[in-house]
């Protein structure tokens, strides 16, 4: 299953480089005004919407995993196939459901981002791998663990940016997975797994 996905993946990309070019595009934000000032700061009026569709998008995405019982399925079917195929959950299905579920939000998160920087047909190996990298920052399976992953990421790579050079800020990524790997596994809001012998 994996290496058909990124064989899709690789296919679809290639389809988009084709049909729409190698050139970055962009379009204009959701709102008239490109900028907004709070507490003396400027800020781009199209962060503040990716913060209220995110935050809004994460309650939803909780209320979803917790209180229906489809959600409740995709949980169990991930924590334990076989335990929940006894129940009557279909392992295929709740698969297909977290695909299309991923691909949904990978979508709104890339339509969302691309009035402040512009996208071009390779730019989701990247976004996707910084992802990753903040969901095991805060924690696999901890909806606000990956939150607070994503935003510490942010931080560190617009202080990197900052005070270093931007050169090392898509590379900040890497170093954060493989110090993650390395000295905590779990992440930082998430719980050991304990194995009992």
Known sequence: MTLVTVGIALLSK????????????????L???????????????????????????????HVF?????????????????QAAALVGIRHS????SAFVLAAAMGGLAG?????????????????????????????LGSLFGA???????????????GFVTSQFKD???FLVLLLVLVLRPQGLLGKPEVVKL
């Not at 290639?14 to 934000?29: E, H, I, Q």
């Not at 299905?93 to 297909?96: D, E």
């Not at 047909?121 to 805060?138: E, I």
Request: proline share 3%; aromatic share 8%; net charge positive.
């Open 14 to 29: 290639s389809l988009v480089m084709l049909s729409l070019g190698k050139n970055p595009v962009g379009y204009p934000g």
């Open 65 to 81: 995993f917790s209180y229906t019982r489809w959600g409740c399925a995709m949980r169990a079917a991930a924590a334990n196939p």
């Open 93 to 96: 299905r709740v698969v297909f």
């Open 111 to 139: 339509t969302i981002i691309t009035p402040l920087t512009l996208m071009s047909y390779d730019a989701g190996a990247m976004l996707g791998f910084k992802g990753f990298s903040a969901a095991m920052l805060g924690g």
């Open 147 to 161: 939150m607070a992953g994503g935003l510490i990421l942010g931080l560190l790579e617009s202080l990197v940016s």
């Open 31 to 61: 709102s008239t005004a490109t900028s907004t000032h709070i507490l003396g700061a400027s800020v781009a009026t199209q962060t503040l919407w990716i913060l209220g569709i995110t935050l809004t998008l994460m309650a939803l995405t």
């Open 171 to 173: 590379a900040l990524a």
